[in-house]
């Protein structure tokens, strides 16, 4: 393995994160895994070292400067510095607005987009040095649409399509490839029912953005079941 590639995934849970992570490892990647919760992180690593890759555990509060940048710290010194992050982490309240208290819609709003910011402070200034690197943000029907009672999601969503965007134009002419994902639909946790994304397959289409020429770059893409209505 070139232990030299160096991934980072930010909220990695049993589903689609653990997929990305996967996917990565199979293509010679050392891996950072990421999470709030330790409890996620462990059966993700030892998956990945069952099938003979490497991969680093970091607990870490995404929304929380501090506790972010310890965690990479770490994972730069464990791994090295990640060409490519992954910022898949949200959190979101169902709930009508005078039943939203505004520290839900702050917390919404520091996971799901604030975190996406503080990853990529982390990230960039090795990419940047290198010249080259991806950072790749979950986004979701959210990112695009608010619906009734998902007020917080969609604040999170949005703003962090926004970042998305600012961070492509910004960093995309000195090498480093900024790419926003709308997951439009359910993601499939276990039914295996055509009706929700399959989770390697969403996966691929992360590593296909992190592989593109830099002559034909894609900013923003949406996935969704054949079956799903939009």
């Known amino acids: 393995m070139d232990t030299s590639k160096v991934a980072a995934v930010v909220g ?3 589903g689609l994160g653990a997929a990305l992570a996967r996917r990565f490892a199979r293509e010679g990647y050392a891996v950072g ?4 919760s330790e409890s996620n992180l462990h059966p993700v690593r030892q998956e990945l070292e069952k099938a003979g890759g490497r991969a680093g555990i970091y607990t870490a509060d ?3 400067a501090a506790s972010l940048g310890s965690a990479f710290a770490r994972l730069r010194t464990e791994l090295g510095a ?3 992050c992954i910022y898949n982490a949200g959190s979101y309240k169902v709930a009508g607005v005078l039943e939203l208290t505004p520290e839900q819609l702050e917390s919404s709003w520091r996971i799901g987009c604030l975190g996406g910011f503080l990853m990529a402070r982390e990230a960039v200034p090795a990419m940047l040095e290198r010249g080259r690197g991806t950072l790749l ?5 959210a990112s695009l649409r608010g619906t009734a009672r998902f007020a917080a999601f969609a604040v999170s969503k949005f703003g962090l399509r926004a970042l998305a965007q600012s961070l ?3 960093l995309g002419p000195r090498g ?4 926003h994902v709308v997951i439009d639909g359910m993601i499939d946790t276990g039914s295996g029912t055509a009706t929700k994304l399959s989770p390697d397959a969403i996966a691929e289409t992360y590593w296909q ?3 593109q020429d830099a002559s034909a770059w894609t900013q923003e893409l949406d996935l969704r079941p054949a079956t799903e209505k939009f």
């Open 209 to 211: 953005l992190h592989r």
């Open 176 to 179: 480093i490839h900024v790419a």
């Open 82 to 84: 990640p060409e490519v």
């Open 168 to 170: 492509a134009r910004e």
């Open 137 to 141: 943000f979950t986004g979701a029907t």
């Open 33 to 36: 895994l990421l999470a709030r």
């Open 62 to 64: 995404a929304a929380d």
């Open 12 to 14: 990695v849970g049993p």
